[in-house]
């Protein structure tokens, strides 16, 4: 975590630590076992193509993760002229956090949301909506853009961001083994007493990619804890948080479903994932339950409001 004034969560660094071992070994697993079957079918030469792939995709998605998001979401930089209030508010809480302030940007569309991204905190940057600047009170807006800027100092979307290539060379592999691409489908030892080498790839690719799945759904949903607990310490308003959430969460019901789709793939860093009608409380969701983090603020409401001895 940079060294900031947000509250270090040393069980998010730990999850993450985890995950990145894990999704490490993961991928260890992955060329190995790509190695094994390529190597017995003549395709060996493939697999060092296939390693680098991924290491090309991890860089990619590391260097570039701040404009790959901001292209997603039709986003643009805003200057202080354009933005004095925005600006003003994240200047506040910067200096309040002491960390480096990040980019600014805008992106015109009714979903109220905002998220962070980028490779580190100097290059960093935190996009709201023109629907969430609508929706919410200057008060609530600081304890949601409090929240985002504790994804940079902790730098764990930096983390989701690199550990989402296990999952993308999955995809990738099983899409291409679905039709022979890598491995030539089963043109050699055609006999019926071995699986087709298409098919042990593409079983392969579906394990580490639902396993990758799970493993970046499950830090997910505590990172959100993290940055809720982060955001309501660092403004001492967590009321002004719970308030947010629960306006975004009944705006996104009014929401047409085809413009909530239109952004599912940044759901993850959304500050509340833009559904509606679905219950978060599944294995898959990437944000905990409403329930949750409002108990959760409703603890450190409690907690902030008792008399120090």
Request: proline share 5%; glycine share 8%; aromatic share 6%.
């Amino acid at each position: 975590m940079a060294r900031t004034r947000f509250l270090p969560d040393r069980g998010l660094t730990a999850r993450m630590t985890l995950v990145m071992f894990l999704l490490g070994l993961l991928l260890v697993v992955l060329v190995v076992g790509l190695m094994l079957v390529a190597g017995s079918s003549g395709y060996g030469a493939l697999v060092p193509f296939i390693g680098l792939a991924g290491i090309g995709i991890a860089f990619y998605q590391w260097y570039s993760s701040d404009k790959v998001a901001m292209r997603a979401m039709r986003a643009r930089e805003v200057s202080p002229q354009e933005a004095p209030e925005l600006h003003g508010m994240i200047d506040r809480l910067c200096a309040m956090a002491d960390m480096p302030k990040p980019r600014v940007g805008i992106a015109d569309m009714a979903i109220p949301n905002a998220f962070a991204t980028g490779r580190s905190p100097d290059r960093s940057v935190v996009c709201v909506t023109t629907g969430i600047l609508r929706t919410l009170s200057a008060e609530e807006l600081e304890g949601v853009l409090a929240h985002e800027l504790s994804h940079v100092a902790h730098r764990d979307v930096l983390v989701m961001t690199v550990a989402s290539s296990a999952g993308i060379v999955a995809g990738m592999l099983a899409q291409g083994s679905r039709y022979g691409a890598f491995l030539g489908g089963n043109r050699r030892g055609n006999n019926n007493s071995a699986l087709p080498v298409w098919l042990v790839v593409l079983l392969i690719s579906v394990v580490t990619y639902v396993i990758s799945f799970l493993l970046l759904k499950l830090l997910s949903r505590y990172r959100e804890l993290s940055a809720d607990r982060a955001g309501a310490y660092l403004t001492m308003k967590p009321q002004a948080l719970a308030s947010a959430l629960q306006k975004i969460t009944g705006e996104m019901n009014t929401i047409p479903q085809r413009d909530l789709r239109a952004t599912k793939s940044m759901n993850a860093f959304f500050f509340a994932p833009a559904i509606s009608g679905v219950s978060l409380r599944t294995l898959t969701s990437t944000h905990p339950s409403l329930e949750q983090r409002l108990e959760q603020l409703a603890r450190i409401q409690a907690e902030l409001g008792r008399p120090t001895a």
